[in-house]
């Protein structure tokens, strides 16, 4: 039986970063920016294989289960990449919140709208980010950084769902828990 919900799953908003947060953070995405592409794709490799469900929304590699494919995979590069650049805006527009407020609208209009993804996808993805940050970066992402980026995703996902109600997203029981 499928349950239709008719509002988005919004958590309560975070408290706003701090300055000292907003350094953090700007300083170890800088360690990770410099390997930007191998970096978004180390995080989507380990979404589609921990979470299969999430390639329905892409075509091009829908039907690819071997990761070595996956790498090889023009699309999910391109994808990996124009993830790792919304999030590059957003920590560089950290001091700006009506920029990142914008940036991740127009994410999360995109992904409801055009793409129709559920937004349970969002916050599987963040928990990857920091995943696979913790472990790329180990000598950057100590207990007290990961605190912070998980402040900042928490944030994320704050404004990405927001969009998703915005536009009366309607949710439909998630196919990925």
């Known amino acids: 039986m499928t349950k239709i919900n008719h509002e988005v799953d919004r958590p309560e908003r975070t408290e706003p970063l ?45 039907d690819m289960e071997d ?11 391109q994808h990996a990449c124009r993830v790792m650049n919304a999030l590059n805006t957003v920590v560089e527009n950290l001091n700006d919140p009506e920029k990142v407020s914008s940036v991740l609208a127009l994410v999360g209009k995109a992904h409801a709208i055009k793409h129709k993804v559920e937004p349970i996808y969002f916050k599987i993805l963040s928990g990857v980010i920091l995943e696979v940050l913790s472990e790329d970066f180990p000598d950057f992402f100590t207990a007290e950084v990961q605190l912070v980026w998980t402040k900042l995703m928490g944030a994320l996902y704050w404004h990405v769902t927001g969009a998703y109600t915005d536009v009366g997203w309607l949710q439909v029981s998630s196919s990925a828990v």
């Open 67 to 77: 990761p070595e494919e996956m790498e090889q995979s023009s699309q999910l590069r």
């Open 18 to 62: 701090s300055d000292s947060e907003r350094e953090i953070i700007q300083d170890t995405w800088g360690h990770v920016y410099k390997n930007c592409e191998d970096v978004g794709v180390s995080v989507l490799i380990r979404f589609f294989v921990n979470f299969p469900s999430a390639k329905q929304y892409f075509s091009q590699f829908q």
